[in-house]
């Protein structure tokens, strides 16, 4: 079945850039998904990328896809406190289900 | 336009005990997913409705049922609550076209069973 996987946690200190990974397995998935998830609260959508691409930048963020691996990274530039949460990477499959990962804890240090 | 909205946010119940939760989509969004949140098991799909008719199912047991009404709106009930209900329950509200469908969560609403 579908599975995704993705580093537990990330430390970085504030102004460096974040890079997170992600590996899925659903060759068949049409978009990725990541979400950004603030303590106590519900699933921010940050962005998608459509599987026939290996790149999409949305100001600080952007998003690689190496289809041939089944890797998905998101690079979020100019780390801030404010971008210390959980992230979630998520693939799609025909049924239009998400199979999300276990998740990323993103701690930006001062 | 408004986001999807979960209510209520908290619950607690007891063991035995059932439970509903409503959750009402983006305005024009057809399609209602749920989803459960666990330390443990992370995000798992429940179900997905689409016009009033479950479409999805993930792996649940039957004490999950939900129903969607005419004006998309959602509601997931839980019967004979288990501890291991306990969980933050997450809505998501997309078009239900082929395509992107992205999907945009509510808040959730945090269930503890007591």
């Known amino acids: 079945g579908e599975d995704v996987e993705q580093s537990l946690f990330l430390s970085v200190r504030e102004g460096d850039s974040s890079v997170i990974n992600c590996t899925y397995t659903d060759s068949s998935s049409t978009y990725l998904y990541w979400y950004k998830q603030e303590p106590g609260a519900g699933l921010q959508l940050l962005t998608y990328i459509f599987s026939n691409m290996d790149m999409k930048q949305d100001q600080r963020l952007t998003v690689l896809l190496n289809k041939k691996d089944k890797h998905l990274s998101l690079r979020i530039a100019d780390t801030q406190t404010g971008d210390s949460a959980i992230y979630f990477c998520?693939?799609?499959?025909?049924?239009?289900?998400?199979?999300f990962g276990s998740g990323t804890q993103l701690t930006v240090l001062p | 336009k408004a986001g999807v909205t979960q209510t209520p946010r908290y619950l607690i119940k007891t063991r035995g005990q059932q439970v509903t939760l409503s959750c009402s989509p983006i305005?024009?969004?057809?399609?209602v997913s749920w989803y459960q949140q666990t330390p443990g098991q992370g995000l798992q799909f429940l179900f997905e409705?689409?016009?009033?008719?479950?479409?999805n199912k993930g792996n649940f047991p039957g004490r999950f049922s939900g129903r969607q009404f005419s004006n998309s709106r959602s509601e997931m009930n839980v019967s004979t609550l288990e501890l291991g209900d306990s969980a933050l329950y997450l809505c998501a509200s997309s078009e239900g076209l082929a395509g992107t469908d992205t999907q945009y969560f509510g808040p959730g609403t945090r269930l503890t069973v007591l």
């Open positions: 409705y689409f016009s009033e008719t479950q479409r």
């Open positions: 305005s024009g969004h057809r399609s």
């Open positions: 998520a693939e799609i499959d025909s049924a239009r289900q998400l199979t």
